[in-house]
């Protein structure tokens, strides 16, 4: 099955599961933030990988769904948290709804996502709870040291590792742990997997970071420098105060308080042309991916399907865009 | 083993569990809430249950831990809702920390009533939470109805009832439920003890209501009238509001408006007086204390045993305040 596939079968299912359950008055913020609709790639991973191993497509439909719930209950309580008023173009919960009703129906949510879990086969359902709260609290961990970040001054980057790893990282490496996990993969696979996961999360969200301003404007299809024009600290911006001089620092400092956004772009630009600073993140990306690659390459598949994985990794790592 | 021997021994184990796992930056919220205190009512009866079912102590103690956390977790959760400052005197999470790590923290508490959950023996795992996430989601669906009441002019008492059952009713018949059945107590002994405890649990609310106003004032320890001064559209101002006649409406809603709490306290209580609410509200408490207690009659334990569990929920169906 290849991974367009697995997406398929994981939104039908969705599409099901949301007209059968996610009707009532508790339950309308969850049925739209569904609604927003999303790439749905972790649960199609999943899936994919499950079938890969030879698993059962009935058994991981819903710990793929579980998988999607959890992200987004993450989204609606992020974006409270974030005082973000748009997502996917359209009225967040608390926008649309109000603050209690998304905190309520995130909490709602993350029950949902147990109640669905609780559905696996009895041998299976105690090591799913295990890898998948491992993960859950490792992203609650992550996002309140995001926000711990927002309140410091500098930040070092193996923090900032630290923190994207979290965040991102862990529910994607949980994604492909559990897919492997539910077809009776062997430990140091569903372990390999969870790192390879992790890892290529870690190296995502650093070309996230690299492509805000070095991405091909035309493809981007959004502001150029949003991260710069936001101040958030990302890598970029973290290699740059890390090797800026006395007076190149004193710049970055005044540059948060830069109100022409434009002008604030490509004074950061400027600087960070000078200090090299994409260099710095290409390469730190790169061995992230290499970590990655090295996990994927100690898991026990044939190795067609393993270059299949790595090719789906590669593709997601080099996006222009 | 009296309740309060099995109060006693969730207390010891909640001190250690504390120590070992809620240290660190993101759970110190979390420890706090502990540490506020608290009856601990809920964990004491699933342990007591479980001992009068002959269970085992360490099978039960995880499972009494995970009820506290979600009772706590809702706690954090509905005091961001209703924007209380304090709670049992201390200053509430959100208003210790700020409202973004109090909602995070609380989600992490739900997720770490289920990875305490997943420590079940695994042929116990899947009904318990199916038991518990049954409780849990209804527990929201309260939360959400009490928050629509707010913005209703007039609740009838069935959707009241409904509201109280949803939000403190359904968490105690679990309680209950949950000692029963990691007891291996049959499934109509586990249904009859939910049942028994949802309604003991309307009950208490209902008497909650009453003692507000007709509670004994030395003993109730707050300000009578609490509820009247908030605007809280209890038992007794339902009642009041559907036995009205056009004047005495008229000056219920005008009771709304009035400034001096000691003054709108004697308004509500003359006006309550004559029209009787409180004779309908203790009506209504008994004939759910019945309904109580006809489930309890139908478990299969000994008389004994019975009688005591009738005795614990009489004790508390018949505080003064």
Redesign the interface.
């Known amino acids: 099955m290849p991974i367009e596939k697995a997406n398929k079968a994981f939104i039908n299912y969705l599409d099901s599961y949301r007209k059968e359950n996610l009707s009532g ?2 339950l309308a913020p969850v049925d739209y933030i569904f609604s927003l609709g999303g790439k749905r790639l972790r649960p199609a991973i999943s899936i994919w990988i499950n079938q890969l191993y030879d698993g059962n497509l009935n058994t991981v439909l819903p710990a793929a769904l579980a998988i999607e719930m959890f992200h987004n209950f993450s989204l609606v ?1 992020d974006d ?2 974030d005082e973000a008023p748009l997502r996917r173009g359209k009225a967040t919960v608390h926008h649309k709804w109000n603050t ?2 998304a ?2 129906s ?3 949510m ?3 996502v ?2 669905i ?2 559905d696996l086969e ?2 299976k ?2 090591p799913a ?2 890898l998948f ?1 491992f993960a ?2 490792n992203v ?2 992550g ?3 995001d ?2 970040f927002e309140n410091q001054d500098s930040i070092n980057l193996d923090d900032y590792i630290t923190m994207i790893g979290l965040k991102t990282g862990d529910l994607l490496g949980a994604s492909f742990a559990i897919g492997a996990l539910l077809a009776n993969a062997s430990k140091e696979d569903i372990d390999h997997l969870y790192s390879f996961g992790k890892n290529t999360g870690i190296a995502f969200q650093l070309q996230d970071d690299i492509l805000d301003l070095y991405g091909d404007q035309g493809k981007v299809g959004k502001q150029v420098g949003g991260d710069i024009i936001a101040n958030k600290k990302t890598c970029l911006w973290i290699h740059a105060f890390e090797k800026a001089n006395k007076d190149q620092k004193a710049k970055l400092k005044k540059m948060i308080f830069e109100a022409d956004p434009e002008k604030k772009v490509s004074l950061a630009k400027e600087l960070f042309d000078v200090l090299k600073v994409k260099e710095d993140a290409d390469a730190i990306k790169s061995q992230y991916q290499k970590e990655a690659f090295e996990h994927l390459e100690k898991i026990d598949l044939d190795p067609t399907k393993k270059n299949m994985i790595k090719a789906f990794a590669l593709n997601l790592l080099t996006r222009e865009f």
Chains 1, 2 share one sequence.
């Open positions: 008055h508790l309580h409270i948290m209690n009703t905190i309520l995130g909490d709602a993350l029950v949902l147990y109640e879990l609780s009895e041998n359902l105690k709870l295990k709260n859950a609290l609650c961990e996002q309140q040291l926000m711990d």
